[in-house]
């Protein structure tokens, strides 16, 4: 077993307390957006579309620095947050969750969208025939059957903030223990002299982890399609 | 097991290892945001005052502008340490920092790298030739400090029109630093103190200093920080026990020691 040194440990959790929380945050609004986009018309849907996926075209460091102009210290949403919840975000932990769960949101979006498009709408009419409210049908139909989507959104939104690496830096900087997570751990090592090593060390951490992530998704995946099977 | 209780699962494995990762470290934490050319000496002040004092001293490092910038937008830092005199005034300008605490701590030069076992240059005029069709790394000269020292030295010897299109600028200046260690670049203008920490790079010549800014690295409280835990770092950088170690690493203090 290899020992991992306590900078490594430091960004490894880091990374996956971001990654974590991006996620958790992250998945209830994609799955609200996704709903009204599978679910709903409205004049300016395509705009909302659009919106949504503005990330995943943007440059990141466009998301990031618009994230420091809207939630940094002077930013109207960072001011606020500050004047009424003492909260700050920027050059935070948290900062960069956010800065992650806004990359992965139209990955989680679309995810989502699939799967609940793939819904039987005649399912839900039925339980409505049959007494059940909206939010009861929500609960017991929809959500469960897109229990798939839901895990794929949370494996995409999980892996994608693991990589974030453009507004991250932009948007909380990189400060050791703080906000430095593996991809700009690694980065700090190759501009290191003699840093090589290290960063191959990172990179074969993240490695190790991607394929951890992905290999527990593949399993959960195959239990949920027998449930939702059987 | 339904999916949603398997997703509730994955969840809450996920947030017991978050338990776990924010258990460690408390205290306080003094935040040093320093010049890149720094890093390796503010880390070994950092490290050697961790071992007397109950205190957390984080280096934060990047090129001055990019970590000036970062103050300026409201980041955790204490003290900052610039590698140039302008963005040191940028920040003054904006009220980020305590003025009264400003004061110049080092000096430094530059001078021109190539990978290891590089022929030494009998002039600078001859750079272009040396360059042959490969690249000179520099800071970006339009906000990184060791690039517009370098970028200023080369038009005051007129070679700047000449070796421009052949530039390749870096982030920061270790950044150009790597850039020559790794063969990319065929030569490179770093400080001196870059020079000597890398294995993989040489000192091909000395710049003149007389057509640039001196290089004088300002150091300052950042405004709102100023408290004893900060200033006793802030003290402890400008210390003779630190005094030492920016010796080691080729850094020539204020006052000429």
């Known amino acids: 077993m290899v020992e991992l040194s306590p900078i490594e440990v430091e960004a490894l959790t880091l990374s996956l307390r971001v990654a974590t929380w991006a996620v958790v945050g992250g998945l209830p609004l994609a799955m609200a957006v996704a709903w009204i986009l599978a679910r709903r018309d409205f004049p300016g849907k395509t705009l909302v579309d659009g919106l949504v996926h503005l990330p995943l075209v943007l440059p990141p460091v466009v998301v990031g620095y618009t994230l420091l102009v809207l939630f940094g210290r002077d930013g109207p949403i960072g001011a606020w947050l500050d004047a009424t919840l003492g909260v700050t975000i920027a050059f935070t932990w948290q900062g960069a969750a956010l800065a992650s769960a806004v990359m992965a949101f139209p990955l989680m979006v679309r995810a989502i969208r699939l799967s609940l498009e793939a819904v039987d709408p005649r399912l839900e009419s039925a339980a409505r025939t049959l007494g059940a409210g909206r939010a009861d049908v929500f609960a017991t139909i929809t959500l469960p059957l897109t229990g798939p989507g839901l895990l794929t959104a949370a494996i995409l939104g999980f892996a994608r903030s693991l990589g974030e690496f453009g507004a991250t830096i932009t948007f909380v900087a990189n400060i050791p223990g703080e906000t430095r997570t593996l991809p700009l751990a690694i980065y700090s090592l190759i501009q290191t002299p003699d840093g090589e090593r290290g960063a191959l060390r990172l990179a074969v951490i993240a490695v190790l982890l991607a394929l951890l992530a992905l290999a527990g998704s593949e399993i959960l995946a195959r239990r949920l399609r027998r449930r939702v099977a059987g | ?257």
Request: aromatic share 6%; proline share 5%; with cysteine.
């Open chain 2, 1 to 257: 097991m339904t999916p949603w209780c398997a997703l509730a699962r994955v969840a809450a494995g996920l947030a017991g290892l978050c338990l776990l990762a924010s258990a460690a470290g408390a205290g306080t934490s003094i935040h040093i945001f320093a010049a890149a050319s720094t890093t390796d000496a503010v880390r070994a002040i950092a490290a050697r005052y961790e071992r007397g004092h109950d205190t957390r001293v984080r280096v934060v490092v990047a090129a001055s502008s990019t970590i000036a910038k970062q103050i300026a937008a409201g980041a955790p830092a204490d003290i900052y340490l610039s590698a140039n005199v302008a963005w040191m005034d940028w920040l003054e300008d904006r009220g980020e920092i305590v003025p009264a605490s400003r004061t110049v701590l080092l000096r430094n030069r530059l001078v021109v790298v190539a990978p290891e076992g590089g022929r030494e240059l009998d002039a600078l005029a001859e750079l272009p030739a040396y360059l042959g069709d490969r690249r000179l790394a520099m800071g970006d000269p339009a906000h990184v400090p060791a690039g517009i020292y370098a970028r200023d030295a080369l038009r005051g010897l007129d070679l700047w029109s000449a070796l421009k299109p052949r530039t390749a600028f870096a982030s920061d200046v270790r950044a150009a630093l790597e850039l020559v260690a790794q063969r990319e670049a065929a030569a490179g203008m770093v400080y001196a103190t870059d020079a000597r920490i890398s294995d993989g790079v040489g000192v091909v010549a000395e710049v003149p200093q007389r057509h640039h800014a001196p290089i004088r690295y300002p150091v300052a409280i950042v405004d709102g920080r100023d408290r004893p835990a900060v200033r006793r770092v802030f003290r402890y950088l400008r210390g003779s026990e630190a005094a030492e170690i920016w010796r080691e690493h080729g850094f020539v203090r204020a006052d000429g020691t």
